[in-house]
């Protein structure tokens, strides 16, 4: 069974950092493309990151470019997203989510999500 | 950036209705893929590459469209069908999703 379990997130105060982690089980982490998705409370969804295979490769809107940086750790079927300079509008609930691709990836689109954590940032 | 624009925002309909969910693109996209979010969870994928419906959906969904249009069909509404319901794409960067589109039981 997949499974994608986020930690990380808390309250943080703007300009600060902070990194969430996802750990997955129950497939092939190093042959999947992962992601990274938002949601601020009562909104829709927002694609944050992408990263491939390897790690060699990744990918991001404008709205967090050069203040996330997304990685991953195939030994240990994680993949993180450090957190720069945060702002109020990064206020929302991440997903961590996996490709449905695979070897034939990616497909960027994401057949399992996390439960999510969340990340409030306020002074 | 392709914006992917839905309607309606929000809809209610009876036990045994036909529903329509349409996601209407800024710029031709190749594929449309949907999400079910109950309230309180994460999404769920839905309908993928347009038309096929994943791993434990409903035979009484649906997916179609081209270019700039594209629908989920739900041709005979259930309790457990309520949720909201968002389209994505990725034929152009930055990957994007529609802003939801709610579905009451009444």
């Known amino acids: 069974e997949v499974q994608l379990v986020e930690t990380g997130g808390g309250l943080v105060q703007p300009g600060r950092s902070l990194k969430l982690s996802c750990v997955a089980s129950g497939f092939t982490f190093s042959s999947y493309w992962m992601y990274w998705i938002r949601q601020a409370p009562g909104k829709g969804l927002e694609w944050v990151s992408s990263?491939?295979?390897?790690?060699?490769?990744?990918y991001y809107p404008d709205s967090v470019k050069g203040r996330f940086t997304i990685s991953r750790d195939n030994a240990e079927n994680t993949v993180y997203l450090q957190m720069n300079s945060l702002r109020s509008e990064d206020t929302a609930t991440y997903y961590c989510?996996?490709?449905?691709?695979?070897?034939?990836?990616?497909?960027?689109?994401?057949?399992?999500w996390g439960p999510g954590t969340m990340v409030t940032v306020s002074s | 950036e392709t914006v992917l624009t839905q309607s309606p925002t929000t809809t209610a309909a009876s036990p045994g209705e036909k529903v329509t969910i349409t996601c209407r693109a800024s710029s031709s996209v190749s594929y449309m893929h949907w999400y079910q979010q109950k309230s309180g969870a994460s999404p769920k994928l839905w309908i993928y590459d347009t038309s096929k419906l994943a791993s434990g959906v409903p035979n009484r969904f649906s997916g179609s469209g081209s270019g700039t249009s594209y629908s989920l069909i739900i041709s005979s509404i259930e309790s457990e069908d309520a949720a909201t319901y968002y389209c994505q794409q990725k034929s152009s960067d930055p990957l994007t999703f529609g802003s939801g589109t709610k579905l009451e039981i009444k």
């Open positions: 989510a996996k490709d449905r691709g695979g070897n034939w990836g990616p497909y960027w689109y994401f057949d399992f």
């Open positions: 990263i491939n295979t390897d790690g060699g490769s990744t």
